[in-house]
């Protein structure tokens, strides 16, 4: 008999998505003249930087002919596109991550979610919370957690990010083994100072922990003094890897193309204390589930490092954060307390009442779509996240509406 | 202290592909004037279809702007794809599937990897021998075996694919669980007719088990008689799910494209006996770890499904597939036993020696590289696979050097 993986019975049934969906289909029935802007879904609306079509089409050419076609290349990536990542992205911030700790994948949604397969069941996990839901779901679907109690899967430890500690969570008090961190954070906004992640990196040398550590957004930090990847902290390339993706950096949310950096010198070990590679672990993984990026989309995202690609990844995302901005200063002169919105194309927004209330008066007063950030869990509830992917039009309009709203 | 996923440490180092280039390599040293012909490596050499090629610029076009420009699509996805695939590969052909039950993904190694996850632990699994690493390496590493001996993975029940059964294996003496197939075959190139892709299904109902059908070579077939699903079998949408894949359909090794069917009915238990969704399982699955298939990818997967493209796919899979008959009657003619090469493009000949061998031998005396047929399990052991993935003056030349050298 074909049993199944018992451990999906304990997934809570994820309805944020399909009830907004469900609210938004109602009102409108209602409402059929009603123009709703959407600020809810964190994906990008702008096409795609010109240099990267340019790109795409020759690679696209190139499949055309039998000389220049393309069959299957390296599951890791080609170096053209892994070479230029380690000089670009990693070189330049002073850090010593190398071509070949470069593993290109289709998303960093996959990555994140693929990644906990390499350890063993019985790890001390800490997610965030609020939290991006595949972290904590693909734990449990590994069996790594007890029931949904209260809110939360037991046998998680839960890392609050409130406004008492800016949304960056404090230090564990027992030891932890994998910790998953994001900054920019998905859904607060927040950023970690230099000083916040030095702390996290030495718990975790000192813990012989390891960090998941999702640095999607990074393309929108503004401010210098913020990290832009864990390895610009000394250490960090023992007890870290990084996630990074193309969709919001260059708008490939449709487009598919991430990384991740796994360093040689990443410790793991073996239930006997020996120090195991995770670097040969994560490159048999990869290489016996995966096959590699479309080499047109690979030739595309390298053209993000062109000089030209450059000047107009920073374009579409100062687009983006010009939005953030305006959205962020208007609900602070409406009198809420928000985070983010700077270094990040989100804004969370405390509504001083619960999250679908809140939603329910911006859908039926002002006609605009967020997110309730109870979706995101416990220490969402209160919370909304506005989004800045949208039009500057169209985000103008919202804040008028909600100033005539509130 | 962050502990490994010890499986991980059972799995024996696939040295297969890289022994052959190491071979290639000194021999090309030793010979540096010397014309290798590779005929070993199972991807695609010719250039994509030109419907595909129109429809993926296509579509790259529409990424340029923002009003054409496409985000984040249905992680299963898109409509007019799926609504083609199930007209043209499934209603075509007599059987029930429809769009819903098709599961878009950049490829059948990734799903066919990934599909495990979905399962208990404690399986009784069968797979083929000769047989594709990834049905066997990805439940090493889910902890599903013992430890490798004598050539074989101690647990798993190895379904020998040998001359006496004309390399479709027999049923099996004891109660199985979860059961590979995959046909046309990789690596022997073997058909299965209906009758005995029935008894399979007949042994599924029978066992409740879950059968999953390979059949990423389904566009090679072209005796009528063979079933080109296994939804041609009555009753085995409860007990089958299928891989397909465009990469040698349509050339699509670098450009990334296949899909899964998991039929609403198909049935599998919890370990109280009740029957659970296995399509509501897999979707949970696919939308917490996957993202969707690139935007453009899909558009120029849909043009395999126009008239066109239709009559263009088939031209390229004739192509190979006169290839494979040239080889399958050269091979024959020199007194080499074959299967495959008819309904296949890989030639599976007995050497009547050791497999390497004959690889040896070929490469040094005809400059041919083949694939020993001993890296794909015990039972391969005496074989060698030849590919018909090249031009056809290659596979010309090659033969006539095999003739001289044998």
Redo the contacts between chains.
């Keep these: 008999?074909?049993?199944?993986?018992?451990n999906?019975?304990k997934?809570k049934a994820s309805y944020l998505f399909s009830d907004i969906a469900k609210r938004i289909g109602k009102f409108s029935e209602e409402n059929p003249s009603a123009q709703i802007i959407k600020l809810g879904?964190g994906?990008?609306?702008?096409?795609?930087p010109?240099t990267c079509?340019e790109a795409?089409?020759k690679a696209?050419?190139e499949?055309?002919?039998?000389n220049s076609?393309?069959?299957?290349?390296p599951e890791q990536g080609y170096s053209f596109l892994r070479e230029k990542i380690a000089e670009m992205d990693f070189k330049s911030r002073g850090t010593g991550i190398t071509a070949d700790e470069i593993f290109v994948s289709?998303?960093s949604?996959?990555d994140t979610?693929?990644f906990q397969?390499?350890?063993?069941q019985d790890?001390k996990i800490g997610v965030p919370d609020p939290v991006y839901?595949?972290y904590v779901?693909?734990n449990v679907?590994a069996g790594r957690t007890g029931e949904w109690k209260d809110g939360r899967y037991q046998g998680l430890y839960y890392l609050d990010s409130i406004e008492e500690n800016n949304f960056v969570p404090d230090l564990p008090s027992e030891k932890l083994?994998?910790i998953y961190l994001c900054f920019p954070n998905n859904p607060t906004g927040s950023v970690a100072t230099k000083t916040q992640l030095k702390a996290w990196v030495d718990y975790a040398l000192k813990?012989?922990?390891?960090i998941l550590f999702d640095a999607a957004y990074v393309a929108f930090i503004r401010d210098n003094s913020i990290p832009q990847s864990i390895y610009e902290i000394e250490g960090a390339d023992k007890v870290a890897i990084e996630f990074r993706s193309f969709s919001k950096t260059a708008?490939f949310?449709?487009?598919?193309c991430a990384y991740t950096v796994v360093p040689k010198n990443c410790q793991?070990?073996?239930?006997n204390?020996n120090i195991?590679s995770?670097h040969s672990?994560w490159n048999?993984?990869h290489c016996?589930?995966?096959?590699?990026?479309?080499?047109?989309?690979q030739r595309a995202a390298e053209a993000v490092y062109s000089a030209q690609g450059q000047v107009e990844v920073k374009e579409l995302t100062d687009y983006y954060l010009k939005n953030a901005k305006y959205i962020l200063e208007k609900m602070q002169s409406f009198g809420f307390k928000c985070t983010g919105g700077d270094n990040s194309p989100y804004i969370w927004i405390n509504g001083q009442r619960d999250s679908w209330e809140f939603f329910d008066m911006l859908l039926s007063k002002a006609q605009v779509v967020c997110t309730p950030g109870s979706g995101f869990g416990k220490c969402g509830e209160g919370y909304i996240r506005i989004s800045a992917f949208n039009?500057y039009e169209k985000v103008v309009e919202a804040m008028e509406r909600i100033a005539k709203a509130i």
Tied chains: 1, 2.
Excluded: W
């Design positions: 008999m074909i049993q199944i993986n018992e999906y019975k997934l879904i994906d990008v609306t702008r096409a795609l010109r079509i795409f089409h696209v050419d499949m055309s002919a039998d076609f393309h069959g299957y290349g289709d998303g949604k996959c979610g693929n397969e390499l350890f063993a790890l839901p595949v779901d693909t679907m083994d994998l813990n012989k922990a390891l708008g949310t449709g487009t598919r793991v070990y073996s239930s204390g195991e995770l672990m048999r993984r016996t589930k995966f096959n590699g990026v479309s080499y047109p989309v039009s």
